[in-house]
């Protein structure tokens, strides 16, 4: 059960750069998420792909589609 405000996620890839985790997620709802933590966190929260967490977003970012005119 995620906590308030709280949104569910698989780990799907870790990646490290430098003194930084780009973590890709999957949300529950199915749209990827990116998160970037730094390596103390990550290495005190023992994340390993595959595994479910729960994410309280700080500083979200949206990206909309860009329409592709074809013809």
């Known amino acids: 059960m995620a906590g308030i405000g709280g949104v569910s996620a698989t780990v799907q890839r870790l990646v490290h ?3 930084t985790i780009r973590v890709e997620l999957l ?3 199915r749209h990827p998420s990116i998160a970037y933590i730094k390596r103390e966190q990550f290495q005190s929260l ?4 595959q595994q479910t967490v ?6 979200v970012r949206t990206l909309k589609p860009i329409p592709v005119k074809r013809g």
């Not at 729960?54 to 500083?59: E, M």
């Open 46 to 49: 023992n994340l390993q792909p």
């Open 17 to 19: 750069i430098g003194w």
């Open 27 to 29: 949300l529950a709802n």
């Open 54 to 59: 729960f994410l309280h977003p700080k500083n």
